[in-house]
């Protein structure tokens, strides 16, 4: 595999749309011109997808109805709904919609047995204005007492994985699942390690056993766990599916195995829009195919990750959230392994867009093992390990992003943590007008040796380029502002670079750091900017405080006396901000992610 670097075909004229289709082409999801390209190219190629996504589906050959009162001996019609989701999505064919009810679906496990069409595509979504849940948990009653404020459940027969001897990652612990009144509650090992606030399944008694926080009894509150780790939905294999609008939660799903929502078997031109997944104990929703469309989903406090993705092309991921995910008490993941906000691996011509990551153990965004031909736009990343993390990968293009408040978060202050844009082993990115602040470890990071990429092909960072871009206020620990680890050199053992070799690009960018940095950029050893420029780099950088509205506050916009504006250099792939305002307001363009003037 050999991918250019020129860009060309980024770069080349965007294609006409017909006229009735571009009247209803969904441009708020592709914020630049860059993006409105790369997807063009592809959409082109099935018109009714484009109106599929613009809201409009193509006439219903029938609506199936579910309700938590109905009946699967019914025939699905409004006034005799069904009992499960399941069976109408069994009777759907193309075309057809399956309308839910509101209510707690539970015992659930829906697989599309068929394909929708072009153009008449299956649907599955909740009648307008209900909430819907999907639920992998069932309630636990019939509580008795153990000893003290200890109770337990007899005759529990529900019991997902072992606790290993001394186990330090969650891969060594069950995945049992306890919520009192909607809050989950810590597992523990033993009986004898139970305390206030926790819960123990004896697997070989069938016994279920818990300790309320304020000791209270179990049968004055609702109590549910979770009863399956098989997944709440899966596509499989299936293609031209739409799914809105229901929340899935509770399933003690494998971690690296099986998400509780699937889109898998390499399904094409579906749609997941509006869902929450929530309390996966390994990945709420995992992703592969081609030309899938995952928009506004919310993918929260899941055991693992919140979204994983493996061979997934020419997809878009717009307006959703990953946060809060391998967070959860006793049940954290080393995240060096796979855990955080998000990992998609093997992926290209992909795109995630309004993406909100925060307070992740783990990186908010990563994108691990080769990838290429990848867009990261105006996402949001905070108080995670990593704002957006790159990582042995190819041809990325990441720009109007705001990455602040990172954090390390292990007890090696050294290693790579608390850092904005992380460009680890890769090459052939471009890092524009991206604003990277306060950040404990760095802002931005380019670094890494030669590894391999998994398909025969070797990697380290080089022939990356930063334009535009506010490093501010970061280094909390190691005072650096913007790393370089390989220095630009051509590492001679990679003989047959995937991407052409050309030196790291780094200039138009505004650092600033209120203190003394003990070094500005890690090798060579620079402590200033000048000296950085006297080696040849940055020439028309500037140090200067960004003077921002309030970062205190995470506003990061710019005053209208900050040295960032009208600073940068025209960028083709970069014509609106983070806001959507058009690039440039004034004579050029204004660094970092907004254009304020």
Known sequence: MTISDDHSQENSPTPQLPEDIEQNFPTD????????????????AAPPLMMLAAGQPAQ????????????????????????TIQRGVELAVPGDTVLVNAGVYRNQAITFPRSGKSGAPITLQVVPGATVIVDGSVPVRNWVRDSGSVYRSDGWRYYFGTWQSDPSDAREKARNQLFVNGSYVREVASRSSMVAGSFYIDAGADRLYLWLSDGGDPNQRTVEATATEQPLLKTNGQDWLVVRGLKF????NKPQ??????????????????????????????????????RSCRCNNNGQLGIHADHLYDSLVYGCETSSNNQLPNKQFDPGWEAGGNKFARCERMTVDRHLAHSNRGSGI??????????????????????????ISYTALIFNNLCYGNKVQGSNINAPSGIGIYIS????????????????NGGIQISGPVRGDGNDNQVYSYANVSRNNIVASNCRINKYGIHYYCD?????????????????SSDYNLFWTSGTPSKFFKSPSCSTLSAWQATGRDSNSRWADPLFVNSGASDYRLRSNSPAIDRGVRLSEVTVDYAGAQRPKGRAYDLGAYESY
């Open 29 to 44: 999801c592709l914020p630049s011109e860059y993006n409105r390209r790369h997807f063009v190219r592809w959409m082109l």
């Open 60 to 83: 219903a050959a029938r609506t199936y109805y579910v309700a938590t009162n109905g009946n699967d001996a019914n025939d699905g019609s409004q006034g005799r709904p069904f009992a």
């Open 249 to 252: 939660r509770r399933c003690a």
């Open 257 to 294: 195995e099986a998400a509780m929502v699937q889109i898998t078997d390499n399904s094409a031109y579906c749609i997941l829009e509006n869902l929450e997944v929530q309390y996966a104990a390994g990945a709420g929703l995992h992703l592969e195919g081609s030309r899938n469309t995952i």
């Open 366 to 391: 990563w994108f691990d093992v080769s990838n290429a031909r990848i867009t990261i736009s105006n996402c949001r990343s905070y108080n995670n390990e990593f704002g957006i993390h790159y990582e």
């Open 425 to 440: 082993s890769s090459a052939g990115c471009r890092i524009y007008n991206n604003t990277c602040c306060d950040n404990d």
């Open 488 to 504: 630009n050199l051509r590492d001679a053992s990679v003989s047959t670079p995937v991407v052409a070799y050309s030196p790291n």
